[in-house]
């Protein structure tokens, strides 16, 4: 996970407007309108990492209510979308989605075969397989 971390921040993008670090309360707050818990390595994870820039792939945020990376609209549009309703969204990739179950395994969602195509076992091993090869 350190070495993900570091990796992350090391490769974080400068930008004019960056992002910010989400707070706990902000982490609450997007649970209660998702009505789902976000399972516990997502939730350090996006308070570890919820302020990155990288690549092509754009993790779900919690901070800003108005980004396209809102995690209460990423997870409506998914939802919507036809992606099983106890699965949470990392981040959307065309037609399919990165998911997190309640226990930690990271899927590839595909909204064309309505199932998942690849698994993760921890958001960190995706981050370094997917995200930091973007």
């Not at 980004?67 to 939802?79: C, F, G, I, K, Q």
Request: hydrophobic fraction near 40%.
């Amino acid at each position: 996970m350190e070495d993900v971390l570091q990796k992350l921040r090391e490769s974080n993008a400068r930008v004019v407007v960056p992002l910010e670090l989400p707070t706990e309360d902000q982490l609450v707050e997007v649970e209660e309108e998702i009505l789902i818990s976000i399972p516990f390595e997502m939730r350090e994870f996006m308070l570890k990492t919820g302020d990155v820039i990288y690549g092509s792939v754009e993790p779900v945020t919690a901070a800003d209510p108005q980004s396209h990376t809102y995690l209460p609209e990423v997870a409506a549009n998914a939802w919507a979308d036809g992606v099983p309703r106890e699965y949470v969204p990392i981040c959307v990739d065309g037609d399919q989605y990165y998911v997190i179950t309640q226990e930690g395994e990271v899927l590839l969602w595909s909204i064309e075969e309505d199932a998942a195509t690849e698994e993760w076992s921890s958001i960190w091993h995706w981050a370094r397989d997917v995200w930091l090869e973007s």
